[in-house]
């Protein structure tokens, strides 16, 4: 599920041949795409890079993720790139890279009555770690819930398959949890590896705020009896406030 380095650079090569001015690294409204293009008229869009299959379930996906992030950035566009993507969705705002030079052409004319720009900020230094599955189908639940709730809490999301580095990945995952204020673990599905990272945060005593679409009777006793906030996938604007509360909460305890 880590993004493509190489999918990523061409964008991001192909944006900077364009007129647009090209931001990264940086947060637009409760949103942290992986670009923030302005044209030369003041119209603006999101652009984020994903490396899932281009088969129809993904594609819908990715529509409802970029519809998410233009609601949460404000901006007038949002694209959602899919490598391998054979036929472009514009106007669902999923396109292949081969699309992203007409990004520009693609942005509305000005209006006599612009809304209001956009907030374009810094990423937070300070950080809450997310332990989730890598599939698909919750990556919406990162972009449109987890992380805007993190970010409306004054703090970034990171995830190690988002992050660059080089070398043993147990060990990045260390570093990230040591160096995190808190915890963020959806234990839908009980994948594995998010439990290794919850007992992982214990030992570094890292308070963790679980969450799960999975039914709490079917998590194990022992996770069980910790508070895991229920959250339905059609539901993800209620799980953002619920958690923006929580993480709000915990944090204030320290």
């Not at 969705?89 to 292949?96: A, C, E, I, L, T």
């Not at 805007?148 to 080089?166: K, M």
Request: one cysteine or more; glycine letters at 4%.
């Amino acid at each position: 599920m880590a993004k493509s380095t190489s999918s990523k650079d061409s964008v991001e090569r192909a944006l900077k041949r364009s007129p647009l001015q090209v931001q990264k690294g940086i947060v637009v409204g409760s949103s942290s795409p992986d670009f923030y293009v302005v044209s030369p008229n003041g119209t603006s869009a999101v652009v984020e890079v994903k490396t899932w299959k281009a088969n129809p379930s993904n594609v819908k996906f990715a529509s409802a993720l970029a519809d998410s992030y233009r609601l949460q950035s404000g901006a007038d566009r949002a694209f959602v790139v899919l490598p391998g993507l054979i036929r472009e969705y514009p106007n669902k705002g999923v396109v292949s890279p081969r699309y992203v030079a007409n990004v520009v052409r693609s942005l509305p004319p000005p209006t006599s009555q612009r809304k209001r720009k956009p907030k374009v900020r810094a990423r937070p230094a300070k950080y809450l770690f997310g332990a989730m599955p890598f599939e698909e189908r919750f990556e919406l639940v990162f972009d449109a819930a987890l992380r805007p709730a993190a970010l409306d809490a004054g703090y970034d999301l990171r995830r190690v398959d988002r992050e660059s580095f080089t070398g043993d990945i147990v060990k990045e995952i260390t570093r990230l949890v040591r160096a995190s204020v808190c915890v963020l673990a959806d234990l839908s599905g009980l994948n594995d590896n998010v439990i290794y990272e919850i007992g992982l945060a214990h030992g570094c005593r890292r308070d963790v705020i679980q969450l799960s679409s999975t039914h709490l009777r079917d998590l194990p006793f022992n996770l069980r009896n910790n508070k895991t906030i229920h959250y339905r996938h059609d539901r993800l604007p209620q799980l953002r406030r619920h958690l923006a509360a929580e993480i709000a909460a915990v944090l204030k305890r320290r």
